[in-house]
């Protein structure tokens, strides 16, 4: 029976002392490549996107058969992309519209979309909106339509909008400076 016992006894010893001992602690792979891949952020090192001032010139016209449409571009804005090995991607383009029906109190309302808009480009390819707005606008009332954008493509600029509304068309020249 001894015999039998101090095996039994020996083995739960070395689970015991195994099972207290204390492990090393674990670490992981992404806490040290954070820490050393990442560059210091000071001032000089820190680069900002090339941004283009946007203008549509003019900024403002009439639209739809009655010439029952106002449209106000504002907050034109471009971004240079950059993919992170510094290769060029393009510009995103980014701008908004306010647009006012003239039509009389008891008038038709209208609805206004920007995804039949074109962007030209001066290789003169026509691109469509990556992303677009569209509302419905009430007699004597004004509508904002946010965050219309094209993604030019690289190597090429914008050289005019083209928009169009119930078979009107009205094209507007765009300088990136």
């Known amino acids: 029976m001894k015999r039998r016992l101090i095996p039994i006894a020996a083995l739960a010893s070395f689970v015991f002392i195994y099972s207290c001992k204390s492990k090393p602690k674990e670490t992981g792979t992404d806490s040290a490549t ?20 946007v ?26 992309l950059v993919n992170p090995d510094g290769k060029d991607e393009g510009i995103e383009l980014t ?12 008038g038709n309302s209208i609805f206004f ?5 074109r962007m030209t480009l001066d290789n003169n390819n026509n691109i469509t909106q990556d992303n677009g707005a569209a509302e419905g606008v009430d ?3 004004t509508k904002e339509l946010k965050g219309i954008t094209y993604k030019i493509p690289p190597g090429t600029k914008p050289k005019m909008l083209n928009l ?9 020249p765009v300088e990136l400076k």
């Open 113 to 117: 979309r920007t995804d039949n808009f």
């Open 95 to 106: 701008f908004d519209l306010d647009v006012t029906n003239k039509n009389q109190v008891g």
């Open 164 to 172: 169009f509304h119930e078979q009107t068309r009205v094209s507007i």
């Open 139 to 141: 007699a004597e009332s």
């Open 34 to 53: 954070t820490t050393t891949t990442q560059p210091a952020t000071t001032p000089s090192s820190a680069t900002e996107p090339k941004t283009y001032a």
């Open 55 to 80: 203008s549509f010139t003019p900024d403002t016209l009439l639209m739809g058969k009655n010439k029952e449409v106002f449209v106000k571009i504002k907050n034109a804005k471009a971004v240079a």
